[in-house]
Antibody, heavy 117, light 110 residues
Framework: QMQLVESGGGVVQPGRSLRLSCIAS????????MHWVRQVPGKGLEWAAM????????FYADSMKGRITISRDNSRNTLFLQMDSLRAEDTAVYYC??????????WGQGTLVTVSS | QAGLTQPPSVSKDLRQTATLTCIGN????????AVWLQQHQGHPPKLLSY???NRPSGISERLSSSRSGSTASLTITRLQPEDEADYYC???????????FGGGTKLTVL
């Protein structure tokens, strides 16, 4: 069945970088756009970034633009999110999400990023 | 980025009907429509409906979505205890070039 497994979260100091990964299985990864969506514990959802099926188009939330980079490796069925200059307000669960006709079709379990000194 | 507007909470009795609203503008809900997601405590969200009010397979027929202008609605009939959850709407904003979310509605089934 369809599965998305995120990794790479953890505790990181403010100003440092972190790279999240998401390994996809159970569907044809290379034919779908993908998203990263984050959620501060106990709060709402916030879209972070989207990448087209071939990596040719990328979109970012203004709140994170310039500090994050979304990428993918279709040969390894893997989605990435590079996060730089991390701030306390970036503390959240980061979800890897498969797109379906411009919506959020399937979600991973998420990986928690905690930015703290 | 400007988000969509959802009421923070809605309470309804068991077996009644709940209608959740999501207000956007002509650049997002009014243009592309909205998607709806359900999230139970401690779990990732689940897609309930997407473009043109399509319902993914496995989603109960008690759920339906609609749109009037820049307001999207999710209607849940014959409320069950398992419907108690947080509900989020989202839409692509063509002006921002980004996806926007509502703040979420906590549905309580009494």
């Amino acid at each position: 069945q369809m599965q998305l497994v995120e990794s790479g979260g953890g505790v990181v100091q403010p100003g440092r970088s972190l790279r999240l990964s998401c390994i996809a299985s159970g569907f044809s990864f290379s034919t779908y756009s993908m998203h990263w969506v984050r959620q501060v514990p106990g709060k709402g959802l916030e879209w972070a970034a989207m990448i087209s099926y071939d990596g040719g188009k990328k979109f970012y939330a203004d709140s994170m633009k310039g500090r994050i980079t979304i990428s993918r490796d279709n040969s390894r069925n893997t989605l990435f999110l590079q996060m730089d200059s991390l701030r306390a307000e970036d503390t959240a669960v980061y979800y890897c999400v498969k797109d379906l006709s411009g919506s959020f079709d399937h979600w991973g379990q998420g990986t928690l990023v905690t930015v703290s000194s | 980025q400007a988000g969509l507007t959802q009421p923070p909470s809605v309470s309804k009795d068991l077996r009644q009907t709940a209608t959740l609203t999501c207000i956007g503008n002509s650049n997002n809900v009014g243009n592309e429509g909205a998607v709806w997601l359900q999230q139970h405590q401690g779990h990732p969200p689940k897609l309930l409906s997407y473009r043109n009010n399509n319902r993914p397979s496995g989603i109960s027929e008690r759920l339906s979505s609609s749109r009037s202008g820049s307001t999207a609605s999710l209607t849940i009939t014959r409320l069950q205890p398992e419907d108690e959850a947080d509900y989020y709407c989202s839409a692509w904003d063509s002006s921002l070039g980004a996806w926007v979310f509502g703040g979420g509605t906590k549905l309580t089934v009494l």
